[in-house]
């Protein structure tokens, strides 16, 4: 599935309830589902991060419906097959 | 570009120097780069935050590949088209 399927699909799931909660209620729920896929990193259930990690794609996505980003376009900009830094694959900056 | 693809992209970019930080120390990485989205979302900068919603996905990326997540998997076995909690589309959960 695309980047910008899968952000769609947020929208038909998620869009009326969180452009309803607004930009900064919506952010904190993606703080949350960070916080719980850093506790899911700790317990090492497979299966359990797997869901923490499809759950903070989720909120990215349902965020970024709520500000109005593409969150492909900003990626494929971004990230254009080179470090956006040192412009090198692989990536070669000191830091 | 599909998701899958994104995370091959990261993997070729940045998976030697993430998978030597590991797992804790990439996870803060992506936890920092959530901050700078929060920041970005104040300042309503069309440009810089499409930056920063495409750090947090290549942050998210990359630490699925440092714990061996297929993020793509992932994210459409929780999300297959309808809400995981109340399996509506949208979304008819009571939270």
């Not at 695309?2 to 009326?16: A, S, T």
Request: positive net charge; proline residues 2%.
């Amino acid at each position: 599935m695309n980047i910008h399927e899968f952000q769609k699909l947020m929208r038909r799931i998620y869009y009326h309830r969180d452009s309803k909660r607004g930009t900064t209620r919506t952010f904190e729920w993606l703080v949350e589902e960070v916080q719980e896929l850093g506790e899911a990193l700790k317990e090492r259930n497979a299966k359990a991060l797997e869901g923490e990690f499809a759950d903070v794609l989720a909120w990215l996505a349902s965020l970024a419906n709520v500000v109005n980003i593409d969150l492909e376009r900003a990626a494929t900009i971004k990230y254009d097959g080179k470090c956006p830094k040192c412009r090198q694959v692989p990536c070669n900056c000191s830091v």
